[in-house]
């Protein structure tokens, strides 16, 4: 869609560029090359490094020539492949915890401008009245145009309490719009929840990081006490970026069979060939497990899954596990599929640095890939009664440049009938403009838990008039061939030392 953005990254943590990365901290080990080092490729990178040196314009950095020759390196692979200098690592290491510094907003490139894709929820960005599809002119008294994103991104980060104003041009104001923000160590509330009526209530996670797991564990327990006889429950994973994979599993595990198989990854290392399991050991540390604290009727509770363009990685991982096991009605629009796994490598410690790559693919139960297709909702329902808003204009991971393919793709995809995109762009801002406010998830006006409540009930259900990508022919039934790739072998070795308190291999 020639609306939709290009060259995405994400600040929402304040932190790196990506969606929902998949993260396995390790250190690097010395590892035996799987073929010798191209002599004449490193040769020509030295001629043309020792050419800068000597002929450029001006004196040439050494770190700074390398350091941008690694970067351009591991960027040049995916979407999701990076470099991470000190700061990078730090605020990613940080954000696994649920905290970070920064204005609290999703953002892309488009047209050389800076756009908006989300506000975080409770940000300060989110409280300024910041709204998804503004694009961001000046920052301070700085252009953006002529910035690339990373040094757009840098300039929006800063130490706490300091204040950054941004330009904002918004579609159907006459005027540029000007906000004062002051940036501030945001700690996000990864688990929300309450009883919306009688018999029914509403867990979110907003994003799956380190504490996801007992802060559900806890939120569950209070929703049971207040009404001990649940009728249903909706699980609502929209805007959810991704996160860690032990939270992942373990939001997975409090709903499925004990013992369950919950997600497979495969990869080009034997490390990467592994399953995950609805265990203990999988999503908390020896001798805590705060599930077993839950009640057993939360095991066969009837359930809805809300989930959008904007549910990735481990969102799309506990939709895709409870969509195979039918443990849940997946409701609302395709996710983002980002279905890849990033193993955050750290390089020897006096650097501080590392490096974020891509080693493996995420498969659900059933062996589908996730990645590039995302989940596909059992009953398609739009973010709002007459329409799915901007979230319909959102970037999915099958949009990025040099994203990783489908791998059990057997050919051409079959995609449904569009509507004329440049058509739909205008009907969609015509509406949003009526809007006052973002809609606030869990709320009286939110039109697609109304949806889930009506699907727990029997009651009709308003479904999308806009139908979702077709998968191949192998999935429509939930699971692959015996002809396509499988997924990899259950009982897989975990390595000894994982999964523990830091994520294993998850690691938007």
Same mark, same amino acid.
């Given at each position: 869609?020639?609306?939709?953005?290009?060259?995405?990254?994400?600040?929402?943590?304040g932190?790196?560029?990506?969606?929902?990365?998949?993260?396995?901290?390790d250190?690097?080990?010395?590892?035996?090359?799987?073929?010798?080092?191209? %002599?004449?490729?490193?040769?020509? %990178?030295?001629?043309?490094?020792?050419?800068?040196?000597?002929?450029?314009?001006?004196?040439?950095?050494?770190?700074?020539?390398?350091?941008?020759?690694?970067?351009g390196?591991? &960027?040049?692979?995916? *979407?999701?492949?990076?470099?991470?200098?000190?700061?990078?690592?730090?605020?990613?290491?940080?954000s696994?915890?649920? @905290?970070f510094?920064?204005l609290?907003?999703?953002?892309?490139?488009?047209?050389?401008?800076?756009?908006?894709?989300?506000?975080?929820?409770?940000?300060?960005?989110?409280?300024?009245?910041?709204?998804?599809?503004?694009?961001?002119?000046?920052?301070?008294?700085?252009?953006?145009?002529?910035?690339?994103?990373?040094q757009?991104?840098?300039?929006?980060?800063?130490?706490?309490?300091?204040?950054?104003?941004?330009?904002?041009?918004? @579609?159907?104001?006459?005027?540029?719009?000007?906000?004062?923000?002051?940036?501030?160590?945001?700690?996000?509330?990864?688990?929300?929840?309450?009883?919306?009526?009688?018999?029914?209530?509403?867990?979110?996670?907003?994003?799956f990081?380190?504490?996801?797991?007992?802060?559900?564990?806890?939120?569950?327990?209070?929703?049971? &006490?207040?009404?001990?006889?649940?009728?249903?429950?909706?699980?609502? /994973? #929209?805007?959810?970026?991704?996160g $860690?994979?032990?939270?992942?599993?373990?939001?997975?595990?409090?709903?499925?069979?004990?013992d369950? $198989?919950?997600?497979t990854t495969?990869?080009?290392?034997?490390?990467?060939?592994?399953?995950?399991?609805?265990?203990?050991?999988?999503? &908390?540390?020896?001798?805590?497990d705060?599930?077993?604290?839950?009640?057993?009727?939360?095991k @066969?509770?009837?359930?809805?899954?809300?989930?959008?363009?904007?549910?990735?990685? &481990?969102?799309?991982?506990?939709?895709?596990?409870l969509?195979?096991?039918?443990?849940?009605?997946?409701?609302?629009?395709?996710?983002?599929?980002?279905?890849?796994?990033?193993?955050?490598?750290? /390089?020897p410690?006096?650097?501080?640095?590392?490096?974020?790559?891509?080693?493996?693919?995420?498969?659900?139960?059933?062996? #589908?890939?996730?990645?590039?297709?995302?989940?596909?909702?059992?009953?398609?329902?739009?973010e709002?009664?007459?329409?799915?808003g %901007?979230?319909?204009?959102?970037?999915?991971?099958?949009? %990025?440049?040099?994203?990783?393919?489908?791998?059990?793709?057997?050919? *051409?995809?079959?995609?449904?009938? =569009?509507?004329?995109? /440049?058509?739909?762009?205008?009907?969609?801002?015509?509406?949003?403009?009526?809007r006052?406010?973002?809609?606030?998830?869990?709320? =009286?006006?939110?039109f697609?838990?109304?949806?889930?409540?009506?699907?727990?009930?029997?009651?009709?259900?308003?479904?999308?008039?806009?139908? *979702?990508?077709?998968?191949s022919?192998?999935?429509?039934?939930?699971?692959?061939?015996?002809?396509? @790739?499988?997924?990899?072998?259950?009982?897989?070795?975990?390595?000894?030392?994982?999964?523990?308190?830091?994520?294993?291999?998850?690691? =938007?």
């Amino acid at each position: 869609m020639g609306s939709k953005l290009k060259n995405i990254g994400l600040i929402s943590l304040g932190v790196i560029a990506g969606i929902g990365a998949s993260i396995q901290f390790d250190a690097i080990a010395q590892k035996s090359a799987a073929a010798p080092l191209p %002599l004449e490729e490193l040769r020509q %990178l030295a001629d043309v490094f020792g050419l800068i040196k000597s002929d450029y314009v001006e004196p040439a950095d050494d770190k700074k020539l390398l350091t941008e020759a690694i970067s351009g390196m591991v &960027a040049s692979l995916d *979407p999701h492949s990076a470099y991470l200098d000190k700061k990078a690592y730090k605020e990613l290491r940080e954000s696994t915890q649920g @905290k970070f510094v920064g204005l609290g907003i999703e953002v892309g490139m488009e047209e050389g401008y800076i756009k908006v894709v989300s506000p975080i929820e409770d940000s300060p960005a989110y409280r300024a009245g910041i709204k998804a599809g503004d694009l961001i002119t000046r920052l301070d008294a700085t252009p953006v145009k002529g910035l690339t994103l990373e040094q757009a991104v840098k300039r929006m980060r800063g130490e706490p309490n300091t204040k950054i104003t941004l330009t904002i041009s918004r @579609k159907d104001e006459d005027k540029p719009l000007i906000f004062s923000i002051t940036r501030q160590e945001i700690r996000v509330q990864s688990v929300k929840g309450k009883v919306i009526e009688p018999g029914y209530a509403w867990l979110r996670v907003t994003q799956f990081q380190e504490p996801t797991v007992d802060d559900m564990a806890k939120k569950i327990a209070a929703i049971y &006490a207040q009404e001990p006889n649940l009728k249903g429950l909706v699980l609502d /994973l #929209r805007n959810d970026p991704g996160g $860690v994979l032990p939270g992942a599993i373990g939001v997975s595990a409090a709903f499925l069979p004990k013992d369950s $198989v919950v997600v497979t990854t495969n990869g080009q290392l034997p490390s990467s060939k592994a399953s995950f399991y609805a265990k203990r050991e999988y999503y &908390a540390n020896p001798g805590n497990d705060p599930l077993a604290r839950l009640p057993e009727a939360l095991k @066969k509770v009837p359930m809805v899954v809300l989930v959008n363009t904007g549910s990735a990685s &481990a969102s799309e991982i506990v939709a895709g596990a409870l969509q195979d096991y039918k443990r849940a009605t997946i409701m609302g629009t395709q996710t983002f599929g980002k279905g890849s796994v990033q193993s955050v490598i750290a /390089l020897p410690p006096e650097r501080n640095t590392a490096v974020k790559l891509t080693t493996a693919r995420y498969y659900t139960p059933n062996g #589908r890939s996730i990645q590039a297709r995302g989940i596909v909702p059992d009953v398609m329902v739009d973010e709002y009664a007459d329409g799915d808003g %901007l979230n319909g204009l959102r970037l999915r991971e099958a949009d %990025l440049t040099k994203h990783l393919s489908n791998d059990t793709d057997k050919g *051409p995809e079959v995609a449904a009938a =569009k509507v004329d995109e /440049l058509e739909e762009a205008q009907r969609i801002a015509a509406i949003e403009k009526k809007r006052s406010k973002p809609l606030e998830f869990g709320s =009286k006006d939110d039109f697609q838990l109304a949806q889930a409540l009506n699907q727990l009930k029997g009651l009709p259900v308003k479904v999308s008039a806009i139908k *979702p990508e077709i998968r191949s022919e192998t999935e429509k039934d939930g699971k692959t061939s015996k002809d396509d @790739k499988p997924a990899p072998e259950d009982g897989a070795i975990i390595k000894k030392d994982g999964p523990k308190n830091e994520p294993k291999n998850e690691k =938007k």
